[in-house]
């Protein structure tokens, strides 16, 4: 799978949860993230760091309620939204 298919599947498992409707799920987004080899060797090194703090924290807010947790979910997911636009862009250049 190339980069740009890596970075949509991250893309679209974000938006699956974004919207609510129990068509995501964070584990599935973690492990896909993670296995994204082409995309994190295509970006500088400083963005699979982000990501994989990104990920660790959404994984630790998806352990608790939302009240409990010191991680928003929304917040982690529109990060990383923010995120991904950003490797795209990289990408790009």
């Known amino acids: 799978m190339s980069a740009a298919q890596q970075i949509d599947t991250i893309a ?3 938006a699956a ?3 609510g409707g129990g068509g995501g799920s964070v584990t599935a987004l973690s492990n896909d993230a993670r296995a994204s080899t082409e995309l994190l ?3 500088p090194p400083r963005y699979g760091e ?3 703090n990104l990920l660790d924290r959404l994984e630790s807010s998806a352990l608790f309620s ?3 947790c010191s991680f928003s979910q929304k ?3 529109d990060n990383l939204q923010v995120w991904v636009d950003k490797a795209r862009g990289q990408l790009v250049s």
């Open 66 to 68: 939302e009240e409990s």
């Open 17 to 19: 949860l974004n919207s």
């Open 41 to 43: 060797g295509a970006l």
């Open 12 to 14: 679209a498992h974000i």
């Open 50 to 52: 982000v990501l994989l």
């Open 75 to 77: 917040d982690l997911l």
